[in-house]
């Protein structure tokens, strides 16, 4: 019996979404994602009752890759939920947690435990918060309420990500990322309502600049935006292509001497380590605030809301190239960590989501493909798969990590990390809305590839 059978009874007792129990055509899967976007804007605009004007965002650095706004019921965005993503995925590759994720019983296991996870994390996240004073009551007598209503906003964003999962388009984590890095870029480039007495978009702060003598350094974010976004757009068209060909095909017939080619994806392992990463690196800052708040700051100060000394400090993202010069130390370090997280996330993302070269071969194998010029066998797919899946996993990893390093040192719009996920969810999404809909016309090659 798996260890985290024993806490069945306690899943069951965890509410959950319904899968539909009829294939989705693509416009009830749009008409749900729409939906769910448009609350979770909403909601983004419900302040926390009794909050300080005076409060400071603690993570403001992070706040476009968490999906959080600052000062809402939704201040926690999706932390929780990946930082119960982080300790399952450790568990999991470690092998302290022995589950077979192909398997639907164990994947439905990973998944309520990663609910009930993503609920403990809520209300440790929310209290460090309230109690440490990162956020500060107008009153102390306001403490419970602001922490009433961050673990309501969190629970809340834990269900809507289901409901995306389940009923629309991609995942809700994925669609809240985006949503709130292209405010942000939008905000930063064409807002002209002042904020503070300054323009908060490019734009207008550069056509204003053209009274007082114009500053063209006003566009280096802008630029670095543009430049993240081409980048990363080139990154995700690569391919890697291994030559096939089709043997016996079950269900459908033997196709005898049809060689195509199978794609691996240069950014294999997708966005996800950059996400856990910087998940990461938000948990290291509320463990600061923690430790310093029972008089241990063992892992660093923090002075108003930001890490002023210690790892906490070290790994705190440098947001600004100037500090390769002032802060080398930092950023070097900041960079070398940023980086191995990155490649050991991307790896245990490739093992737990089934990506690896073990089971590719097998799904391969089943299908009825094979490597031509070799013999038909599962083993010899294995081989030439592992050739090339391990490699494309680091690679990935290293190259989503320091794209996301090097736009934060230009301070791109919405945050050059949170530019680089919002680029490959849209994209990721792209693709799956046009299979979508190419399948819901088609029905025989929906058929085909297996659906209902």
């Given at each position: 019996m798996s260890f985290l059978e024993n806490f069945e009874p306690l899943f069951r007792l965890i509410p959950e979404v319904k899968s539909p129990v009829h294939r989705e055509d693509f416009n009830e899967k749009l008409k749900w994602t729409a939906l769910i976007l448009v609350l979770y804007y909403f909601l983004t605009q419900i302040p926390l009752f009794g909050l300080s004007p005076g409060a400071v965002d603690q993570f403001a650095q992070l706040r476009a890759v968490m999906a959080g706004s600052f000062g809402s019921i939704l201040t926690l965005g999706i932390g929780p939920i990946v930082t119960a993503s982080i300790v399952l995925q450790l568990l999991v590759g470690s092998k302290l947690l022995d589950l077979d994720l192909s398997s639907h019983k164990d994947k439905s296991l990973f998944q309520a435990s990663q609910k009930v996870l993503s609920i403990v994390f809520t209300i440790f996240e929310a209290g460090v918060l309230v109690l440490t004073g990162s956020l500060i009551p107008i009153d102390n007598s306001y403490i419970g309420i602001i922490f009433l209503q961050l673990v309501i906003g969190a629970i809340l964003v834990i269900y809507l990500d289901e409901v995306v999962s389940k009923w629309g388009f991609g995942s809700g984590i994925g669609l809240f990322i985006a949503a709130g890095v292209c405010q942000a870029i939008i905000v930063g480039t064409f807002g002209f309502i002042p904020t503070n007495g300054m323009l908060p978009g490019i734009i207008p702060r550069f056509i204003a600049s053209f009274w007082t003598g114009v500053d063209f350094a006003i566009l280096i974010p802008l630029i670095a935006t543009i430049c993240v976004f081409l980048v990363v757009v080139y990154g995700e068209c690569m391919r890697v292509e291994i030559p096939i060909s089709h043997g016996q095909v079950k269900g459908h017939g033997r196709i005898r001497g049809s060689v195509g080619k199978y794609p691996l994806k240069f950014v294999y392992a997708s966005n996800m380590p950059v996400i856990l990463t910087s998940a990461l690196l938000v948990n290291v800052s509320l463990l600061a605030s923690v430790f310093q708040?029972?008089?241990?700051?063992?892992?660093?100060?923090?002075?108003?809301?930001k890490a002023v000394s210690g790892i906490a400090w070290l790994l705190s993202t440098p947001s600004d190239y100037s500090m390769i010069f002032t802060e080398p130390i930092h950023v070097i370090i900041y960079a070398i960590f940023f980086l191995l997280c990155c490649m050991l996330f991307s790896y245990l993302w490739v093992e737990i989501s089934g990506l690896n070269a073990k089971k590719i071969s097998k799904q391969l194998y089943d299908s009825g493909i094979q490597i031509p010029g070799f013999r038909s066998s599962k083993h010899?797919?294995?081989?030439?798969?592992?050739?090339?899946?391990?490699?494309?996993?680091l690679v990935s990893g290293v190259y989503v990590g320091l794209i996301a390093f090097a736009a934060d040192l230009t301070g791109a719009l919405g945050g050059g990390t949170g530019v680089l996920l919002t680029v490959g969810i849209i994209h990721k999404l792209y693709e799956e809305m046009a299979e979508e809909q190419l399948m819901s016309s088609n029905p025989v090659l929906r058929k085909f590839l297996g659906g209902d």
């Open positions: 708040k029972i008089g241990a700051p063992i892992l660093g100060q923090i002075d108003n809301g010899q797919l294995y081989k030439i798969l592992k050739k090339y899946i391990p490699a494309l996993t």
